[in-house]
């Protein structure tokens, strides 16, 4: 299978706007990898874009300040690209980097993507894993929960002082 991809850092760089992204990645409809990586994208637009991608499987959206209703649209629009089976085989999202964005929880319905292999959380806020992470039964790859755990242990070796 042949990869189609749109690197929309450097084309975001030639002064194509949401619409024209939206367009561009709708027109795409055989798109594999879409880095939309430290641009300015809105939510709307990035869930529209999505939703014309079929056979996306790789996502980037690595700077581009999301937040977590980026990603429920986000979740949302890839469940609505995702057609029936075709011969026996479903295109999947099995890559996403999220790194260094305004992330505070994983969102739930990140956890519809049951083929996800390797996901990126470095460099956002967050608080706390889900417990229904163990949904994502074929992830081989988080990255990103050291800082989380680095925070939680320092917030609990702070209180454990203030409690003497």
Same mark, same amino acid.
């Not at 996403?96 to 969102?107: G, I, T």
């Not at 889900?130 to 949904?135: F, G, I, S």
């Given at each position: 299978?042949q990869?189609?991809?749109?690197?929309?850092?450097?084309?975001?760089?030639?002064?194509?706007?949401?619409?024209g992204?939206?367009?561009?990645a709708?027109?795409?409809?055989?798109? =594999?990898?879409?880095?939309?990586?430290? @641009? *300015?994208v809105?939510?709307?637009?990035?869930?529209a874009?999505?939703?014309?991608?079929?056979r996306?499987?790789?996502?980037?959206?690595?700077? @581009?300040?999301? =937040?977590d209703?980026?990603?429920?649209?986000?979740?949302?629009?890839?469940?609505?690209?995702?057609?029936?089976?075709?011969?026996?085989r479903?295109?999947?999202? =099995?890559f996403v980097?999220?790194?260094?964005?305004?992330?505070?929880e994983?969102?739930?319905?990140?956890?519809?993507l049951?083929?996800? @292999?390797?996901?990126?959380? =470095?460099g956002?806020d967050?608080?706390?894993?889900?417990?229904?992470?163990?949904?994502?039964? *074929?992830?081989?790859e988080l990255?990103?929960?050291?800082?989380?755990?680095?925070?939680?242990?320092? *917030?609990? @070796?702070?209180?454990g002082?203030?409690? *003497?």
């Amino acid at each position: 299978m042949q990869d189609h991809r749109l690197d929309w850092g450097r084309e975001a760089r030639t002064g194509i706007g949401d619409a024209g992204m939206t367009a561009l990645a709708r027109s795409c409809g055989g798109l =594999t990898h879409l880095y939309l990586g430290y @641009t *300015k994208v809105r939510d709307a637009s990035v869930g529209a874009a999505v939703e014309g991608c079929e056979r996306l499987q790789q996502l980037s959206l690595v700077g @581009t300040e999301v =937040t977590d209703a980026t990603v429920e649209l986000l979740a949302k629009a890839l469940d609505a690209a995702q057609p029936p089976e075709i011969e026996g085989r479903r295109p999947c999202l =099995t890559f996403v980097d999220l790194s260094h964005n305004a992330l505070r929880e994983l969102p739930s319905a990140l956890l519809q993507l049951r083929q996800l @292999t390797f996901l990126d959380l =470095t460099g956002n806020d967050l608080r706390q894993l889900p417990p229904a992470l163990h949904q994502l039964g *074929k992830l081989r790859e988080l990255r990103g929960i050291r800082e989380m755990l680095l925070a939680s242990l320092r *917030k609990a @070796t702070a209180e454990g002082r203030d409690a *003497k």
